[in-house]
């Protein structure tokens, strides 16, 4: 088992930036696929960006591309997500989730839920206009 725990969701205006970090107890992330994902009220969850823990390679939604980083700590065990530029429509709870093995990058399914093993409980994030 892994539980994961986000951080670093709050208020921002419209322009600004937040750092969300997943931080992992329970086992390492080594081998391990994670991914980004948010939700609004009566939505579906949607990918945001994905990275794989061995090798950094990295993808990202178009609606996030080009305004937002995802990277790995190591010594932390943890992987974060930089969003820059944030936009009212950024507005969701976001939630971190592990994908053990890796499998989802194998199959190119990692903006999937459905790939993915083990999930956090969410940091909200607000943008004003």
């Known amino acids: 088992q892994v539980q994961l725990v986000e951080s670093g969701g709050g208020l921002v205006q419209a322009g600004g930036s937040l750092r969300l970090s997943c931080a992992a107890s329970g086992r390492t992330f080594s081998n391990y696929a994670v991914g980004w994902f948010r939700q609004v009220t009566g939505k579906e969850r949607e990918f945001v960006a994905s990275i794989r823990w061995n090798d950094g390679i990295t993808y990202y939604a178009d609606s996030v591309k080009g305004r937002s980083t995802c990277s790995r700590d190591n010594a932390k065990n943890t992987v974060s997500l930089q969003m820059n530029s944030l936009k009212p429509e950024d507005t969701a709870v976001y939630y971190c989730?592990?994908?053990?093995?890796?499998?989802?990058?194998?199959?190119?399914?990692?903006?999937?839920?459905?790939?993915?093993?083990?999930w956090g409980q969410g940091t909200q994030v607000t943008v004003s206009s």
């Open positions: 989730a592990a994908d053990l093995g890796g499998k989802t990058y194998l199959s190119g399914t990692y903006s999937r839920t459905s790939g993915y093993n083990f």
